[in-house]
């Protein structure tokens, strides 16, 4: 009886191992899935801040443009203004007066002074007098300072609405490069929760494995000690009545299982 006992409780020893290896995988099991569920709760909520700082992107390399084309814009404007005042150098000055003259503006200015100058010469009588040529010689450097003043102001207003046209651009691109830090923020929060997530599936596997190996291992062990007691008890009864050549056969799985040779003075064959 004692023998079939250890074989008993080696069976159940054996069903217990494997139950309490089941219950261990399935708990890890568990934990993987709502691990997944965390990451992919984790992804949904930074999604949106992710999708902002991409879409922002194409507005951010358009205003940077824009903002480059506007300072390009800019610095011919400012340069054109310091050539007529003649901040860039004489020779720069007058290549920019020479280019007025032909300026509609001053073409049109000239043709109206002098023919109010030959109007009133004629219509005082003095047509050739010298105040007629006088007026006639002084005209040409008025009218080139006031189209020079009237384009130096030009320039200015020109120089002012770009300086605008600056600083709207250059809101822009701070605006735009906020939406990307929040987005590839968002993407590193994302992609660190991943492989914090990858770190612990990847253990939880192990645990998975290493409780279906113990599991596997306690169950072979559990049913070893239960066919060693069996062995052993009949060993001793076999001995206690006389007969210590007494041949029997274990099945196969159980000398697969280790169970072999003669225990206890007695033999065990295979099948």
């Known amino acids: 009886m004692g023998g079939v006992g250890s074989l008993v ?7 217990g191992a494997q139950s309490a290896a089941n219950t261990q995988a399935g708990a890890s099991e568990a ?22 700082g991409t879409g922002a992107l194409g507005g951010y390399a358009n205003a940077q443009k824009s903002y480059a ?14 050539n ?12 920019a007066i020479n280019g007025l003259k032909s300026n ?5 200015s000239m043709n109206l002074g002098q023919q109010a100058i030959l109007a009133n010469g004629s219509a005082t009588g003095g047509l050739r007098g010298g105040n007629t040529n006088y007026s006639l010689g002084y005209l040409p450097g008025q009218v080139l300072s006031n189209v020079m003043q009237s384009q130096i102001g030009n320039l ?24 990307i830090n929040v987005g590839e923020n968002a993407a590193a929060g994302t992609g660190q929760a991943g492989m914090q997530t990858g770190n612990n599936i990847t253990n939880l596997t ?3 494995g290493a409780a279906q190996a113990g599991g596997t291992l306690g169950s072979m062990n559990a049913i070893q000690g239960g066919i060693n007691g069996l062995a052993g008890a009949l060993g001793s009864f076999l001995n206690n009545s006389g007969s210590n050549n007494y ?3 274990l099945p196969a799985y159980l000398n697969a299982a280790g169970v072999g040779g003669r225990l206890y003075g007695v033999g065990a064959g295979m099948f």
Do not use: C, W
């Open 156 to 179: 200015g207003t020109s120089l002012s609405g770009i300086s605008g046209l600056l600083s709207g651009y250059g809101n822009q691109i701070s605006q735009f490069g906020n939406l």
């Open 9 to 15: 409780g080696g069976i159940i020893g054996a069903h």
């Open 84 to 95: 007529l005042t003649g901040a860039n150098g004489i020779e720069a000055q007058q290549a």
């Open 206 to 208: 192990g645990q998975i």
């Open 31 to 52: 934990g993987i899935a709502e691990q997944q569920r965390e990451f992919d709760q984790i992804r949904e909520l930074l999604k949106p801040y992710v999708d902002a």
């Open 69 to 82: 084309s506007a300072l390009a814009q800019y610095g011919g404007t400012l340069g054109e203004m310091n």
């Open 247 to 249: 041949q029997f056969a």
């Open 104 to 108: 509609p503006l001053y073409t049109t």
